[in-house]
C-alpha cells in the first residue's frame, strides 16, 4: 500500500486546514488508519485513528478539535482540524496497518507539514 499525504500549510490560530491521504488500494480492507505527528525536537505522536467508519480514537489534545474520517471510493482518508492552535504545528503523517502475504505491514505517507502562527 502507498500513501500521499497532502493538505498542509501555514494558518494561524483558530483556523482550519483539512489534510488527505490518498491510497493506492482498497482502504476498506486495511485494519486501521490513522494520522500521526510529529513536532521539531519531539517523538511521533498518534493524533487520531479510525478502526472503521464507527470507531475512532484521538489524542486529548485534539479531542473536539479534530475529525478522523475515510471515504472508501475516493481511497481518501481525511484529517478535519479546527481550532488549530500554535502547538498543533508538525509534520503530519498517515499510517495504515494491514495483514498482507508477508505478515503484518506499516504503511507510511509522505508528511505534510502544519505551522499554526500565533
Known amino acids: 500500500v502507498q500513501l500521499q499525504a497532502s493538505g498542509g500549510g501555514l494558518v494561524q490560530a483558530g483556523g482550519s486546514l483539512r489534510l488527505s491521504c490518498e491510497a493506492s488500494t482498497n482502504i476498506g480492507s486495511l485494519n486501521t488508519m490513522s494520522w500521526y505527528r510529529q513536532a521539531p525536537g519531539k517523538e511521533r505522536e498518534l493524533v487520531a485513528i479510525?478502526?472503521?467508519?464507527?470507531?475512532?480514537n484521538y489524542a486529548d489534545s485534539v479531542k473536539g478539535r479534530f475529525t478522523i474520517s475515510r471515504d472508501i471510493p475516493k481511497k481518501t482518508l481525511y484529517l478535519q482540524m479546527n481550532s488549530l492552535k500554535p502547538e498543533d504545528t508538525a509534520v503530519y503523517y498517515c499510517?495504515?496497518?494491514?495483514?498482507?502475504?508477508?505478515?503484518?505491514?506499516?504503511?507510511w505517507g509522505q508528511g505534510t507539514l502544519v505551522t499554526v502562527s500565533s
Open positions: 479510525t478502526y472503521s467508519s464507527r470507531i475512532k
Open positions: 499510517h495504515a496497518l494491514y495483514f498482507g502475504v508477508e505478515g503484518r505491514v506499516n504503511a
